[in-house]
DNA sequence: GGTGAAAGTTTTTCTCT
DNA sequence: AGAGAAAAACTTTCACC
């Protein structure tokens, strides 16, 4: 865990809010110059702090419709079982992320699909025969009405 | 839903994954010239297809250490209740994200928090009382094998 | 909708405190 | 570690195709 003072809290709760800034204007806010704002913002993603830059899109303006959760069951939890599922995941654009949780559930993953049809026939043809997976059981999102990405800085 | 063509689609595909590149260099990776490239990746802006840009924080880094997917029921599915709980939800800065779902449980909502003492504080405190909640399933995440922001583009 | 050049900012390096 | 000045790079506008 990174130590960080103040001017560092401020300065990557401006960037996870607006990652575009220019390093001017984000000396500004934090009351810095340019040139050590810089070389914080720098030493930062040296130390992974900042693991990088995003833009953030409306999916249903690009087509993508549907956001579905899937709780998926393992039929084995040994830790090699675990691994071959993840690695599966990692290969499938539709999941963007992928969870393990404590409890029944093995694993809460998030899809998104263009439509109902993509949707079913991933779920049928790449999810359902993932390595090791016993049951998958999955909910709709009528809407997101939050969704902010990040941490409560 | 905005009708876009295939450098729009690659220059979107680039800023969701890179969103501080210069425009200098997105317009070479996406065959233009910087002026061209500006103007569009303005007008996607305007469109709002380009909702905003954040940097990527390494929770743990900056001592958020839980993860959790909550689960949750409302007594009452009216518009009007769903409309109040998601209200409450905005104001709570450990809520990251609130999803309205099909089927039996109305909510999934993701939570960060800086240790284990820290969340149960907030569940008890802010999230049960909430109005109309009628049922809260909590799953503490483990590992986060995947973490793709965006869409499948 | 794209190009090339010019003007204005910003980033980035260097040096000093 | 932070500040100011200077060089290099980038953004942004303009006239033109």
Redesign the pocket.
């Known amino acids: 865990m990174a130590n960080l ?1 103040d ?1 560092d809290r401020r300065l990557l709760s401006q960037l996870q809010d607006e990652g575009r ?7 500004h806010r934090v ?13 930062l993603e040296e130390e992974g702090v900042i693991r990088g830059y995003h833009a953030e899109l409306d999916p249903s303006k690009l087509g993508f419709s549907i956001t579905v959760f899937a709780m998926v069951s393992l039929k084995s939890q040994a830790e090699n079982a675990l691994r071959e599922f993840e690695e599966a995941m990692k290969d499938l654009p539709e999941v963007r992320e992928v969870h393990m949780l404590n409890g029944e559930i093995d694993f809460i993953i998030k899809i998104v699909a263009r439509d109902l049809q993509a949707f079913q026939e991933f779920l049928t043809s790449k999810l359902t025969p993932a390595p090791n997976v016993a049951s998958v059981k999955t909910s709709l999102t009528i809407r997101t009405s939050k969704n902010d990405p990040g941490v409560p800085l």
Chains 1, 2 share one sequence.
Do not use: K
């Open positions: 003072d001017i800034i220019t390093n001017v204007e984000l000396a009351g810095l110059t340019a040139p050590p704002c810089l070389r914080r913002v720098r030493a």
